[in-house]
DNA sequence: CCTACCGATCGGTAGG
DNA sequence: CCTACCGATCGGTAGG
């Protein structure tokens, strides 16, 4: 059984180097990917940015398609401890679409690898396709519970509002201003542009 | 000097031969480029598709490079020629983007390429950056001058509409939905979320 | 976690 | 527009 989050097993110093070692590698997998995507990066380079030998790349992950997941769950854990996009108040989860949007707005590296990845692996032989599909379920599931939530509450502009189309255009605008963001750094607002599109739709402060 | 194009110089059975030839090749192109992008793109693999050897699509287009930018320029001479975004009727333009938006929901290959590629060249070292970059900015600029001839003849929802912020959420919408449409086939109405999107800025028929 | 290595594949060239 | 070839680079393995 796993030790109780609140009384971790002491973490003895070989363990300590080892989790430290594989943060670095995500941490250059991660700026990799994002810059030429999962399929042009090469292993060598990466380890070549972590400082390591490429089959000490893999003697941490097996393989280079092992190591793009980690990467994705990592960055998922993060997200998922830091906002909570599945509240059942419509409101927060709203909320949350826009703070998380202002913090992407500082970390390119992220958007890149988003951006850069997700685009990729609407091929499905791209090994994080499934990851995507399921992903993008859970993102417009969520809008659209939220939606539904403020709907029932009087909170919409359009009380008849398309739940469905509204919630996959939420979520298309916060995409489509990543992408831009990236073209076009220093003119686009990436947490206004969501905010404005939040306002048009919800009587809501946001 | 040229010919005039209706007055076209009579095409020999070579030039013909080789032009259909070319064709072919950036048919090829498009399909593996936006099956797995520029740099994971193969000459080999995409001369295997047009039934040549890889030399020979270099015997046409001199790089890699050249034969991707031939790509664009020549889907951009295709949309240009069908759709006017350029039109000094904003209701025009927008009904316009509204249109391709359909198109598009009709071509796959032509939708990948977009959003696997774009994605792709948000890296300053990526050989189309500068094109996407050129381009975000006309798309865009289109957008805002057609919100703005709707804004002057009162035809805004809000007339305080912060256009920039608008301009660049309506290329956003048409961008996200085809990146959850290839995701998500059959589950994303492409034309209608951006219809939707439009009605809700302006009071307009699209 | 390193060095040395494997077979496969890459973009592009030479020569015809 | 083909065949044959070049040097470079790839993901992964063997052995320590």
Same mark, same amino acid.
């Given at each position: 059984m796993a030790s109780r989050s609140d009384t971790p097993t002491p973490e003895g110093p070989r363990a300590r180097a080892t989790r430290l070692r594989r943060e670095t590698i995500l941490d250059a997998a991660l700026e990799l990917f994002g810059e030429v995507g999962f399929r042009a990066a090469s292993l060598r380079e990466i380890a070549a940015r972590a400082e390591i030998s490429h089959p000490g790349v893999i003697y941490h992950f097996a393989t280079k398609e092992e190591l793009l997941l980690a990467v994705l769950e990592r960055r998922d854990a993060d997200v998922s401890e830091r906002f909570?996009?599945?509240?059942?108040d419509g409101v927060t989860v709203l909320r949350n679409f826009v703070a998380l949007a202002d913090v992407n707005a500082h970390n390119r590296l992220v958007v890149e690898l988003y951006v850069t990845v997700s685009a990729e692996a609407?091929?499905?032989?791209?090994?994080?396709h499934d990851y995507f599909v399921d992903r993008y379920t859970r993102v417009v599931t969520s809008a659209r519970t939220a939606l539904a939530d403020l709907q029932g509450r009087g909170?919409?502009? =359009?009380? =008849?509002?398309d739940l469905d189309l509204a919630a996959r255009e939420l979520v298309a605008v916060i995409d489509g201003l990543q992408l831009q963001w990236l073209l076009h750094p220093g003119q686009v607002r990436l947490a206004d542009g969501v905010r404005a599109h939040l306002r048009r739709i919800a009587t809501i402060d946001v």
């Open positions: 909570h996009l599945e509240s059942s609407t091929d499905p032989s791209h090994p994080a909170l919409l502009v =359009d009380p =008849d509002l």
